[in-house]
């Protein structure tokens, strides 16, 4: 299938934007730590990438999304200034992590002593869990609030592996000398028949 100029070259990138438990870095709620129940979640598609949650640090395009257990993403780097520069820095080597813009339509604060079933996971008080969520942007950052967070760029185009490119050649030669055979059992065939020919005349 032939791909639109310009489509090979975009740089493709996944991550994980969340890991599914407790995120102790929060901004906001601190070391006690919240959790993004992921049940029933709703998430934009596509989605923005953006660059440390600014409208303005446009760097890519989720296209497709998992929420079983944690929340993965795959899409496409733009092609501006600044997701080079991130892909770039990718390439590198850099550890990019990821965050997201999380709206909850619940909060539900468990105390200490008590616990609560998040993820498949159970977590002890005190701890806040966000429920029923929207996600409206996810971002690539420095150091995100979850930090078993992670993306990596990678290419978009489809790189043919060494061992398909040797068996592809192994059976080329080996229809070639197929090939040959055939064609050489042809002409000691025709031999046979020529040399039984001049017998018969003379």
């Avoid at 993403?73 to 990019?96: C, H, M, R, Y």
């Avoid at 969520?133 to 979850?146: P, Q």
């Amino acid at each position: 299938v032939l791909q639109p100029e310009g489509e090979s070259k975009k740089r493709k990138f996944k991550g994980v934007a969340y890991a599914g438990g407790r995120v102790d870095g929060h901004w906001y709620w601190g070391r006690s730590g919240v959790v993004f129940d992921l049940d029933g979640i709703e998430i934009d598609k596509p989605t923005a990438l953006l660059e440390e949650h600014f409208s303005s640090g446009r760097v890519g395009v989720v296209k497709q999304v998992s929420t079983t257990g944690k929340i993965e993403v795959e899409g496409d780097f733009l092609s501006n200034t600044k997701a080079k520069e991130i892909v770039q820095d990718s390439d590198d080597g850099f550890p990019f992590q990821m965050s997201m813009y999380i709206d909850p339509g619940s909060i539900e604060e468990v105390s200490n002593g008590k616990s609560v079933v998040v993820n498949g996971q159970t977590f002890e008080g005190p701890i806040t869990v966000f429920r029923q969520n929207r996600i409206r942007e996810f971002t690539i950052c420095t150091t995100g609030a979850d930090r078993n967070t992670s993306i990596n760029a990678f290419s978009g185009k489809q790189q043919t592996k060494q061992e398909d490119t040797d068996v592809t050649e192994l059976e080329k030669a080996q229809a070639r000398i197929q090939e040959l055979e055939t064609k050489n059992s042809e002409l000691e065939a025709q031999n046979k028949q020529f040399a039984a020919a001049k017998r018969e005349a003379e």
